[in-house]
C-alpha cells in the first residue's frame, strides 16, 4: 500500500472499543465549540512522505489537537513545540500546526504514533499499544528503503517501537538499549539509528525537562546523520 491507501485504512480502524468511544465521544462534546471547523474524531495517519529518511515516533494523537484537527500534532501544545523545532532545524516548511491544509509539509521526515486513537488522559493500555502495532509495522516497512534516523519520543513509543521494528524485518539490538533523552541504539546490518527524545508535552515544556535547545539538538543531529 502506498501512503495514501494505508491512511485510509487506518482511518476507519474500529479496533479498540474504549478509543473508540473516546474518540468519538470528544468529538460529540467538542464539536459544538468549534462550529466552524469539521471535528476529526477518528484514528489519525501519520504526516510526511513515504520516502523519509527521519521517522518520528509519537504517543498518540491528542484529543483536541490531532483527535480534533485529524493531523498528528497539529492544533495542540505538544505540537507547537515539535513543530517549532522541526522549522528551525530546517525539517518542517512553517513554524507553527494549527490545522490541516494550513501548507505545512516535512523535509525527509514523517511523523506517526504509537497508538493511533486519542486515550482517555493521554494514556493508551498496553492491550491498545499492541492492537495498534500492525499500523506502526505498515509505517517501518514503507520508510525502509529510505530510513537513517527514528527519533522516538517518551518512553510509551519507545516501549512499543522494539517488537514494531522486529516484526517489520529490521533486526534489532540485544539487550534493549534503555529509554532516556539521547539514548541511542543501532539496527545491525540497516545504519539505521534509533534516538530517544523526551516527548515534547505540556508536563515537560512546562516543567523545563525538555527544552528548545534539547529538541533542537536532537533534530539537528538527526537531520546531519540523514544527511537531509
Ligand atoms: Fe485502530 Fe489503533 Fe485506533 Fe485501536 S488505536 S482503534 S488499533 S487505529
Redesign the pocket.
Same mark, same amino acid.
Given at each position: 500500500a502506498d501512503t495514501g491507501e494505508l491512511d485510509a485504512r &487506518?482511518s476507519v $480502524? *474500529? =479496533? $479498540?472499543p474504549r478509543?473508540?468511544t473516546w474518540r468519538e465521544e470528544v468529538a460529540a462534546v467538542r464539536r459544538a465549540a468549534y462550529a466552524d471547523q469539521p471535528y476529526w474524531g477518528r484514528?489519525v495517519s501519520s504526516f510526511g512522505p513515504a520516502d523519509a529518511r527521519i521517522l518520528i515516533v509519537g504517543l498518540a494523537p491528542a484529543a483536541h489537537g490531532g483527535n480534533r484537527t485529524g493531523r498528528i500534532f497539529t492544533g495542540d501544545r505538544s505540537g507547537d513545540w515539535l513543530f517549532a523545532s522541526l522549522h528551525r532545524v530546517g525539517l518542517a516548511a512553517l513554524a507553527t500546526s494549527q490545522a490541516a491544509g494550513d501548507g505545512q509539509s516535512l523535509r525527509a521526515t514523517r511523523i506517526v504514533a504509537a &497508538? *493511533? $486513537?486519542a486515550p482517555p488522559a493521554n494514556k493508551p493500555t498496553t492491550a491498545?499499544r499492541d =492492537?495498534?502495532r500492525p499500523?506502526l509495522v505498515r509505517d517501518l516497512e514503507l520508510v525502509r528503503p529510505t530510513l537513517r534516523v527514528v527519533v522516538v519520543l517518551g518512553g510509551f513509543a519507545w516501549a512499543a517501537l522494539w517488537p514494531a521494528l522486529a516484526r517489520a524485518g529490521y533486526s534489532v539490538p540485544a539487550p534493549r538499549v534503555r529509554f532516556g533523552h539521547g539514548a541511542r541504539a543501532e539496527l545491525p546490518g540497516t545504519g539505521v539509528r534509533v534516538v530517544g527524545c523526551y516527548h515534547p508535552s505540556q508536563q515537560n515544556t512546562f516543567t523545563g525537562r525538555v527544552t528548545e535547545v534539547m529538541l533542537d539538538t536532537i533534530f539537528a543531529s538527526a537531520a546531519a546523520q540523514a544527511e537531509v
Amino acid at each position: 500500500a502506498d501512503t495514501g491507501e494505508l491512511d485510509a485504512r &487506518v482511518s476507519v $480502524c *474500529r =479496533a $479498540c472499543p474504549r478509543l473508540v468511544t473516546w474518540r468519538e465521544e470528544v468529538a460529540a462534546v467538542r464539536r459544538a465549540a468549534y462550529a466552524d471547523q469539521p471535528y476529526w474524531g477518528r484514528p489519525v495517519s501519520s504526516f510526511g512522505p513515504a520516502d523519509a529518511r527521519i521517522l518520528i515516533v509519537g504517543l498518540a494523537p491528542a484529543a483536541h489537537g490531532g483527535n480534533r484537527t485529524g493531523r498528528i500534532f497539529t492544533g495542540d501544545r505538544s505540537g507547537d513545540w515539535l513543530f517549532a523545532s522541526l522549522h528551525r532545524v530546517g525539517l518542517a516548511a512553517l513554524a507553527t500546526s494549527q490545522a490541516a491544509g494550513d501548507g505545512q509539509s516535512l523535509r525527509a521526515t514523517r511523523i506517526v504514533a504509537a &497508538v *493511533r $486513537c486519542a486515550p482517555p488522559a493521554n494514556k493508551p493500555t498496553t492491550a491498545e499499544r499492541d =492492537a495498534c502495532r500492525p499500523w506502526l509495522v505498515r509505517d517501518l516497512e514503507l520508510v525502509r528503503p529510505t530510513l537513517r534516523v527514528v527519533v522516538v519520543l517518551g518512553g510509551f513509543a519507545w516501549a512499543a517501537l522494539w517488537p514494531a521494528l522486529a516484526r517489520a524485518g529490521y533486526s534489532v539490538p540485544a539487550p534493549r538499549v534503555r529509554f532516556g533523552h539521547g539514548a541511542r541504539a543501532e539496527l545491525p546490518g540497516t545504519g539505521v539509528r534509533v534516538v530517544g527524545c523526551y516527548h515534547p508535552s505540556q508536563q515537560n515544556t512546562f516543567t523545563g525537562r525538555v527544552t528548545e535547545v534539547m529538541l533542537d539538538t536532537i533534530f539537528a543531529s538527526a537531520a546531519a546523520q540523514a544527511e537531509v
